[in-house]
């Protein structure tokens, strides 16, 4: 969990990082609060499979960046989401035929059975390719910006710091991003942050 997200007590991710750097057991703190998130947004890049060793690469780059930590940065959240985006970056190509091959097949079995599952498979299955496939044709960090704002809820100042770019350039991409991606599913705008947050 996040470190608005932990008990009134402990302290903030900018503390244990910085603690971490003489004390390096401090930063599994880091992990247990952070590392779901982190992990749902790798699935939804890269797929579960390639998202697992992602996820040990991006607390591994973080633990090494540590004694570099801007401390003034309370919640390390962003920063760890923009250590997975430039992960997914170096995995661009493979990101893409993921998309084209989730395309062409269509959503996986329902394995587990339950079925709370086989209503939320149903229920995507409906978009789900088309999304994929105007994902796909997104530009790299307008891709980039989409997710992190509706399907991971960054803010766009947390997008900023993610991504380290302007909050300017945040506005245009997700302006950009959104048309595109609306054009390609024929629906009104505000369906598209649902839609990207529910699939996968």
């Known amino acids: 969990m996040s470190s608005s997200e932990a008990?009134?007590?402990?302290?903030?991710?900018?503390?244990?990082?910085?603690?971490?750097?003489?004390?390096p057991d401090r930063f599994s703190a880091i992990f247990d609060r952070h590392a779901a998130h982190i992990h749902r947004y790798l699935v939804r890049r890269i797929g579960p499979a390639a998202a697992e060793d992602a996820l040990g690469e991006t607390f591994l780059i973080a633990f090494r960046k540590r004694a570099g930590y801007d401390t003034e940065r309370r919640d390390a959240r962003p920063w760890l989401y923009g250590i997975a985006t430039n992960?997914?970056?170096q995995r661009r190509r493979d990101e893409v035929?993921?998309?084209?091959?989730?395309?062409?097949?269509?959503?996986?079995?329902?394995?587990?059975?339950?079925?709370?599952?086989?209503?939320?498979?149903?229920?995507a299955e409906a978009m789900g390719k088309l999304l994929d496939s105007a994902l796909a044709e997104l530009a790299d960090g307008?891709?980039?910006?989409?997710?992190?704002?509706?399907?991971?809820?960054?803010?766009?100042?947390?997008?900023a710091a993610a991504l380290d770019i302007p909050l300017g350039t945040v506005r245009s991409?997700?302006?950009?991003?959104?048309?595109?991606?609306?054009?390609?599913?024929g629906r009104p705008d505000t369906t598209i942050a649902k839609e990207i947050s529910t699939h996968g």
Do not use: W
């Not at 008990?7 to 004390?23: F, L, W």
């Not at 307008?142 to 997008?159: H, M, N, P, Q, V």
């Open 142 to 159: 307008d891709r980039d910006t989409l997710t992190l704002f509706a399907g991971e809820g960054l803010s766009y100042e947390e997008i």
């Open 87 to 89: 992960l997914v970056a």
């Open 97 to 123: 035929r993921e998309l084209k091959l989730r395309e062409a097949l269509g959503p996986p079995p329902d394995e587990e059975g339950h079925a709370e599952r086989v209503a939320d498979q149903v229920t």
């Open 173 to 185: 991409r997700l302006n950009r991003a959104r048309r595109k991606v609306r054009e390609a599913l």
């Open 7 to 23: 008990d009134p007590g402990d302290p903030e991710d900018a503390e244990v990082i910085a603690r971490s750097v003489t004390s």
